[in-house]
């Protein structure tokens, strides 16, 4: 009797030193930017086009669900939260699509590049994400908007849109605004058209309706004012919107920033005072060279720099396009930039860039690893 119990009890610590051997051993301690990314069930993470959140010592990743067949919106957008940013828990469908035809986030509607910002007076999570209308392909250009009073969701969906309709970007000169030519004047991407375009035609265009909206990114800055990046007037030129105090409007002021420059996955980080961003350019679901914009002041004057990214295929951001650059809590001047390796045949096998931004003479750059940790941003302090 007493024999087979100690027998039991030996079996028993077997099985659990066991079970915490493959706990330790699926810890995972680096990135490996390209390869397959599992959560804590072993599932393929589904989180494209994403952004992250810190929240309370938890980083939640916000993202895409995609499927295999379709870029549309089945599920919605997907949450996970680490620790750590190696290990990812899934955290269930934040803001789910809806089965009333009648919705703007119905089933099949495309739901694209979500991201999440904390609002400390609401002590609400917003989020905004590029919305495209079932039926309606690209056309819509709308931003959606919901909310949530827990960091993972569920998410309630408020409104979507167009941008600052009956407001002028407030670096459009009064002749700008006052210009009356039209879009049908021009032959597309012809020399005058270009120069139009540059000089406002299609916000004079979409000035009642509102400005289009599509690849975005949210970002917060120091003195908790918030900021819509876009791409505007037809991916040919980027705007940055500031929000009103609670995150669910806009006050009206805005700029267009390289106006006719193709900007688009725009993702901005803040570093000694002076603004970042790197954009790519306008290829669809093919990667392109990124380009790296930076300013003094986020409504000011954008710069527009070469490519941050060297060496080998640096010219197609490592075969990637930027989605958001990740600030690490608790470290100095240690930012990530997340980017998609897109898979339009298959979308759910879309894969994860990560890379650290790295500090070459007060300009950042970006290079390829195949595997990396944390610990590169501790050579930078
Ligand atoms: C890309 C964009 C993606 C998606 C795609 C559709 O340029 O960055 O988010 O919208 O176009 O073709």
Same mark, same amino acid.
């Given at each position: 009797?007493?024999?087979?119990?100690?027998?039991?009890?030996?079996?028993?610590?077997?099985?659990?030193?066991?079970?915490?051997?493959?706990?330790?051993?699926?810890?995972?301690?680096?990135?490996? @930017?390209?390869?397959? #990314?599992?959560?804590? /069930?072993?599932?393929?993470?589904?989180?494209?086009?994403?952004?992250?959140?810190?929240?309370? *010592?938890?980083?939640?990743?916000?993202?895409?669900?995609?499927? &295999?067949?379709?870029?549309?919106?089945?599920?919605?957008?997907?949450?996970?939260?680490?620790?750590?940013?190696?290990? #990812? &828990?899934?955290?269930?469908?934040?803001?789910?699509?809806?089965?009333?035809?009648?919705?703007?986030?119905?089933?099949?509607?495309?739901?694209?590049?979500?991201?999440?910002?904390?609002?400390?007076?609401?002590?609400?999570?917003?989020?905004?994400?590029?919305?495209?209308?079932?039926?309606?392909?690209?056309?819509?250009?709308?931003? *959606?908007?919901?909310?949530?009073? /827990?960091?993972? *969701?569920?998410?309630?969906?408020?409104?979507?849109?167009?941008?600052?309709?009956?407001?002028?970007?407030?670096?459009?000169?009064?002749? +700008?605004?006052?210009?009356?030519?039209?879009?049908?004047?021009?032959?597309?991407?012809?020399?005058?058209?270009?120069?139009?375009?540059?000089? *406002?035609?299609?916000?004079?265009?979409?000035?009642?309706?509102? +400005?289009?909206?599509?690849?975005?990114?949210?970002?917060?800055?120091?003195?908790?004012?918030?900021?819509?990046?876009?791409?505007?007037?037809?991916?040919?030129?980027?705007?940055?919107?500031?929000?009103?105090?609670?995150?669910?409007?806009?006050?009206?002021?805005? %700029?267009?920033?390289?106006?006719?420059?193709?900007?688009?996955? @725009?993702?901005?980080?803040?570093?000694?005072?002076?603004?970042?961003?790197?954009?790519?350019?306008?290829?669809? #679901?093919?990667?392109?060279?990124?380009?790296?914009?930076?300013?003094?002041? %986020?409504?000011?004057?954008?710069?527009?720099?070469? /490519?941050?990214?060297?060496?080998?295929?640096?010219?197609?951001?490592?075969?990637? +396009?930027?989605?958001?650059?990740?600030?690490?809590?608790?470290?100095?001047?240690?930012?990530?930039?997340?980017?998609?390796?897109?898979?339009?045949?298959? @979308?759910?096998?879309?894969?994860?860039? #990560?890379? @650290?931004?790295?500090?070459?003479?007060?300009?950042?750059?970006?290079?390829?690893?195949?595997?990396?940790?944390?610990?590169?941003?501790? +050579?930078?302090?």
């Amino acid at each position: 009797m007493m024999y087979k119990t100690i027998f039991k009890c030996r079996y028993i610590l077997a099985v659990m030193v066991f079970c915490a051997l493959g706990q330790v051993r699926a810890q995972k301690t680096s990135f490996q @930017p390209g390869k397959l #990314w599992f959560d804590n /069930n072993q599932r393929l993470i589904n989180a494209h086009g994403g952004g992250v959140l810190y929240h309370e *010592g938890k980083y939640y990743w916000f993202g895409e669900h995609k499927g &295999e067949q379709s870029n549309a919106a089945w599920v919605g957008v997907t949450c996970y939260s680490s620790a750590d940013l190696y290990n #990812w &828990e899934d955290e269930g469908v934040a803001l789910a699509v809806s089965k009333d035809e009648d919705s703007p986030i119905v089933e099949g509607s495309t739901i694209e590049r979500p991201k999440v910002i904390y609002n400390e007076e609401t002590e609400k999570f917003v989020m905004y994400f590029h919305l495209e209308l079932k039926g309606r392909g690209y056309e819509a250009a709308h931003v *959606g908007i919901a909310t949530s009073d /827990n960091p993972a *969701g569920p998410y309630q969906f408020i409104k979507n849109g167009r941008v600052n309709s009956g407001k002028w970007p407030s670096n459009m000169t009064e002749g +700008q605004r006052t210009s009356t030519d039209k879009p049908d004047d021009y032959e597309w991407w012809t020399k005058e058209w270009m120069n139009a375009i540059e000089n *406002g035609l299609f916000v004079r265009r979409d000035f009642k309706a509102g +400005q289009m909206s599509r690849d975005m990114t949210l970002f917060v800055d120091d003195d908790h004012k918030a900021y819509h990046i876009y791409s505007s007037e037809d991916n040919l030129t980027l705007h940055i919107a500031e929000l009103t105090e609670d995150y669910l409007d806009y006050t009206g002021k805005y %700029i267009r920033i390289e106006p006719g420059g193709h900007n688009e996955a @725009p993702a901005i980080f803040k570093k000694d005072g002076r603004y970042f961003m790197i954009t790519s350019g306008c290829t669809g #679901w093919d990667p392109n060279a990124a380009r790296l914009l930076t300013a003094d002041h %986020i409504l000011g004057q954008w710069t527009l720099h070469p /490519n941050p990214c060297v060496g080998k295929d640096a010219e197609l951001t490592f075969h990637s +396009q930027g989605t958001f650059i990740l600030p690490v809590a608790g470290k100095n001047d240690a930012f990530i930039f997340m980017a998609d390796r897109w898979r339009p045949e298959n @979308p759910i096998d879309g894969r994860y860039v #990560w890379l @650290p931004i790295l500090f070459e003479d007060g300009m950042h750059i970006l290079q390829w690893s195949n595997q990396w940790d944390l610990s590169v941003f501790d +050579q930078l302090d």
